[in-house]
Nanobody, 125 residues
């Protein structure tokens, strides 16, 4: 069992930055590919970014490429999502998710094994 706790959400102005963290406990986060998803009110949960076990490879949704950076510190059992140049459409609840399966290009919510409870992000225009 893995327990994931997100933090770092809050209110930012458009063009501003936030850094989200996802701390894992229960098992070493280094055995999972780690993902971030977000969900805006009335919308489906969507993929944001993923990082493989070693941290050597990342995937991003087209909507956040060049603005968001995902990194991990396996020694600290923590994953970080640096979000720069935030836009109002980035608002939503951000969820951290751990994937036990094989690394690939598909990152679906249904493929995740463990989820955090989310941290809200609000972006004012």
């Amino acid at each position: 069992q893995v327990h994931l706790v997100e933090s770092g959400g809050g209110l930012a102005q458009a063009g501003g930055s936030l850094r989200l963290s996802c701390a894992a406990s229960g098992r070493a986060v280094g055995i999972f590919d780690m993902n971030w998803f977000r969900q805006a009110p009335g919308k489906e949960r969507e993929f944001v970014a993923a990082i493989n076990r070693s941290g050597g490879e990342t995937h991003y949704a087209d909507s956040v490429k060049g603005r968001f950076t995902l990194s991990r510190d396996n020694a600290k059992n923590t994953v970080y999502l640096q979000m720069n140049n935030l836009k109002p459409e980035d608002a939503g609840v951000y969820y951290c998710a751990a994937d036990w399966g094989s690394w690939g290009t598909a990152h679906s919510p249904s493929g995740m094994d463990y989820w955090g409870t989310g941290t809200p992000v609000t972006v004012s225009s």
